[in-house]
């Protein structure tokens, strides 16, 4: 019988050293939010991650809208009493898996990975764990004698022996849904920070007799938490990396893909070429053999094949095939523009549509209009509700 699983995403911390207006989980990372990577990853194995969120709700959710359902929790005890706060929505499943909703990284590969490992072994408990060499403040995996694990021990309560312990816990945990609502009551603030700890939970399984175990993480990229703006900053360059080599293994050419901006949603066609300074934002869609030279932002473009874009803005536009756009065109939304045209330098256009063949090469404002085939239109032009169907040949 197919089982039952659902994801808890925990992101009602303050998140005061980002010093922002914003809910930390909202800041963006290589075009979409953080607590979006992370629900990116849930659905590997769930339609809709619960979300539990504290401060900015009203943003959180008109932000994210459908793809959460929302637990909020009024007063922030810690990690265990966030997974408390949602247990209502839970309580029907057979496994709950918990992350963090400032951990970016997480794929869904690992998610899924971390649900199949949990199910075949039967455990009440499966912890994402690593001993990486350079040892952050994270909560230390403490084992018995017979190495099974027994506890986590939070840095700040660890003793001397303990912050020695080199394998960590990164916050990816999948529990038996029973053996966590088991757990979860039988929590106490007893500990340095006075909060709720979810991390007691394994404590509390193991003294009971229960089964926890642990899978390592491969990939110790995954691991990076957003807590500062420096950390944000490393999470979008990874997350960057992730979609641009994606899109150079099928067939993309990009000149420095450090320098190469590209959103999640973003499909490129075979043999075109990317130049340092774009920026691909939104559903764009490039064609094939086209190139994206230096300096250019596209927001939501469909672009066709073996087109060129140098040093402009395109927003909400449709270019078809072997046209030029640019250098320093400004093509708004509602531009439509064909094949084989030419719309050169200081050229901008709104709510424009550009027959086939038709060239607006310097210094002319298109808007309101309807160009048809084969026009040249000359230096300095302006329309504005126009409607040109005048053929050349
Ligand atoms: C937690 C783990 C620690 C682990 C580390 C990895 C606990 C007690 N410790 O520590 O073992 O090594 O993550 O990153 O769980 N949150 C709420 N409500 C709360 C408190 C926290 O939603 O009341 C959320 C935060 O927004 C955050 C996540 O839970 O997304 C983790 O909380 P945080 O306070 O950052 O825990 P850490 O001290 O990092
Ligand atoms: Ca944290």
Known sequence: MQQKIEV???AAGEGTRMHSALPKVLHKAAGRSLVEWVAEAARAVTEKPVLVYGNGGEQL???LGEA????????RLGTGHAVLTAQEEI??????????????????ETIARLAEETRKSGCDCMLLTACP???PPYGRIVRDAAGRICGIVEDKDATSEQKKIKELNFSFYCFKTSALLRALAQLTPDNAQHEYYLTDCVGILYRAGGDVRSIQIEDMRECVGVNTRVQLAEAEAALRARINEKLMLAGVTMIDPAATYIGPEVEIGEDTVIYPGVILEGK???GRGSTLYQGS??????????TTVENSVLLQAEVGDHTQ????AYLRPGTRIGSHCRIGDFVETKNAVIGDGTKVSHLTYVGDAELGEDINIGCCSLTSTARKRTRRS
């Open 8 to 10: 808890v995403i925990m």
């Open 61 to 63: 959710r008109e932000t």
């Open 68 to 75: 959460f359902r929302y637990v909020y929790q009024a007063e």
């Open 91 to 108: 309580r029907n499943s057979d496994y709950t898996i918990v992350l963090a909703g400032d951990m970016p990284l997480i794929r869904p």
């Open 133 to 135: 060499e350079k040892t």
């Open 284 to 286: 764009c869609r490039i």
């Open 297 to 306: 932002r596209l927001v939501g473009c469909t672009i066709g094949d073996a």
């Open 325 to 328: 756009i640019g250098p320093n």
